[in-house]
């Protein structure tokens, strides 16, 4: 990023990134094949030796702007642009693990992250999850064909914050990969390469776009990582300066092999969603402060969860990490009170899955989204039967603490 504040990045960069025009978006390009008027150009740019576009699987000059664009904002040297965040995570996992490799994983994830781990393992990658909030257990599970650790920032429902900066210690001492999902903090929040991150995966289609009006995902290149050190790079990849390597493979083999591209007009919604990422933040972490500090005051209400309060666990450490404690929180009602009936009852809040959206959302998480997960699995991630999720959006923050007390009242 450039020395001038977030928003005035976020509001100026794509105008810069195409200035021909003067337009104050980048076009929306929908033109599948790119053509040349001289067979040699289509040459060198199949060969890597010139940059252009081919063919829209694996980039349009719309969604270069989108990975320049991101890029900057991790501070990384380079992305790519998926589908969705699935899309990004999956493609992290299938390039760069072969059988035979292990992964050190945090046990408290997002679902189908989750659910992927059990897709890997039938192809003969091992993974261990394990209680990331202490960077020691990390370092006890990894092993000799330990290859990749992943975690997230702030974990939903339970709002753990893994110790970031004892991992990264941890995988530099072992030449690890370290693979961060910064979805739940965004770069506003903290960009993961300040915790030694070597790659960093979000789903854009939450606090970048905003609006859940587009899917898209991303995976970005730090540049702190040493690829020549990798085992799993294919000699065709090997080539050029050895920083490019992780990204080449994960676009070859994961972007144009798996398809699982972002369309032109999904990343133009992005990058206008993400002009006001950081205004939208804001209001949305005040509003989540003040919530939970309601909340935890109700007596109506048993548990909330939620790192900017100082009844939790790892309440230092999120002052010490993130530029606020983020927007989701999750909450369990007294035994006996109906988590389905006090849904009901909030009026401005909707029942939906989905997170980092400008209105709020909740919904009974183990009745839903964790619910194909099974009990034991829950115990272990932290998932009360009883617990709601909520994530706080950019409703007036009057309106917000008066829907939730009055929804808790009725309650019987
Ligand atoms: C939503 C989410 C994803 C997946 O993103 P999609 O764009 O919905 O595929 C991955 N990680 C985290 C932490 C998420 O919240």
């Known amino acids: 990023m450039s020395a001038k ?7 100026h960069f794509e105008r810069r990134a195409t200035p021909e025009s003067g337009a104050v978006h980048t076009p929306i390009f929908n033109s599948v ?11 060198d740019v199949f060969q890597g030796k010139q940059a252009g576009q ?14 320049e664009h991101v890029t900057a904002l991790e501070g990384g040297i380079g992305s790519l642009v998926f589908g969705s965040g699935m899309a990004a995570i999956s493609a992290v996992f299938l390039t760069l693990l072969k059988s035979g490799d292990h992964i050190v994983a945090s046990q408290y994830l997002f679902g189908n992250t989750s659910s992927v781990f059990a897709t890997l393992q039938g192809f003969g990658i091992e993974v261990t999850q394990v209680d990331v909030t202490d960077a020691n257990e990390v370092a006890a599970a990894c092993r000799e064909n330990t290859r990749m650790v992943f975690t997230e920032t702030i974990a939903n429902p339970g709002t753990q914050v893994a110790d970031l900066k004892g991992i990264g210690q941890v995988c530099r001492e072992r030449d690890l ?13 903290l960009p993961p390469k300040e915790v030694g991150a070597h790659l960093v995966v979000n789903a854009l289609s939450k606090y970048f776009g905003g609006h859940g ?7 970005t290149d730090t540049g702190l990582f040493n690829w020549e050190s990798y085992p799993n790079i294919f000699p065709a990849y ?11 493979q994960i676009k070859k083999k994961g972007l144009r092999d798996m398809g699982g591209c972002i369309s032109s007009e999904g990343a133009h919604q992005l990058m206008v969603g993400a002009e006001t990422m950081a205004l939208r933040l804001e209001r949305q972490c005040a509003n989540a402060q003040a919530l939970a500090e309601l909340l935890e005051a109700h007596p109506k209400v048993a548990k909330v969860y939620y790192p900017g309060l100082e009844s939790h666990p790892q309440y230092r450490r999120t002052q010490e990490l993130f530029s606020s404690a983020g927007a989701i929180l999750s909450l369990e009602l007294v035994d006996g009170l109906d988590c389905c009936e006090f849904l009901d009852n909030l009026d401005l809040v909707i029942n939906a899955t989905h997170l980092g959206d400008n209105r709020t959302l909740a919904l009974p998480v183990a009745l839903t989204i964790y619910y194909e997960m099974g009990a034991e699995a829950r115990a272990a991630a932290g998932i009360a039967d009883s617990m709601v999720r909520c994530s706080i959006g950019i409703e007036d923050t009057a309106d917000l603490l008066a829907d939730f007390t009055q929804a808790l009242d009725k309650l019987a």
Do not use: C, F, N
């Open 5 to 11: 504040g977030i928003t005035s990045h976020l509001v």
């Open 33 to 43: 094949p790119y053509g040349y008027a001289k067979a040699q150009d289509l040459v």
């Open 54 to 67: 081919a063919y829209a699987r694996q980039s349009t000059p719309t969604t270069d702007v989108l990975q």
């Open 177 to 189: 990969l370290y693979v961060v999902d910064g979805t739940m903090t965004s770069a506003v929040l």
């Open 213 to 219: 009006a587009a899917l898209g995902g991303t995976v």
């Open 238 to 248: 090997r080539t050029g300066e050895s920083k490019g390597w992780g990204l080449l």
